[in-house]
């Protein structure tokens, strides 16, 4: 992991950091090979041409760019925790409700080939 995405992930609030720091092990368990880089200021884990962005804002965590279709049912199961654009938004709440389980198979669809 390089410098820039270290810092970011330093930076992150207290209230928000265990959220982040369960998806980033389980996307790293998902996919021990994956690159993370910061790409549009915010940690990128990428597996060949597929990419999975993980970003912190002050409600939670976001995740998005997974391919439509590609989210393993996950935003089916979870209506309320999809916004227009795509985007999976987290508060430290409604993860706690979801277990590991989805959110490795969350990954594993986004970012397998």
Aim: net charge neutral.
């Amino acid at each position: 992991m390089d410098d820039a995405v270290r810092d970011y992930i330093d930076a992150i609030p207290p209230e928000h950091r265990l959220l982040f720091d369960r998806l980033h092990r389980l996307v790293l368990e998902a996919h021990p090979d994956v690159a993370v880089a910061l790409s549009y200021q915010m940690p990128t884990y990428t597996v060949g041409r597929r990419r999975l962005f993980v970003g912190v804002w002050k409600h939670g965590v976001s995740i998005y760019g997974w391919e439509q279709g590609r989210d393993a049912g996950f935003t089916a199961r979870h209506p309320a925790l999809k916004t227009s654009k795509g985007t999976i938004q987290l508060r430290p709440d409604d993860a706690a409700g979801i277990p590991d389980a989805e959110f490795r198979d969350l990954v594993r669809a986004a970012l397998d080939g």
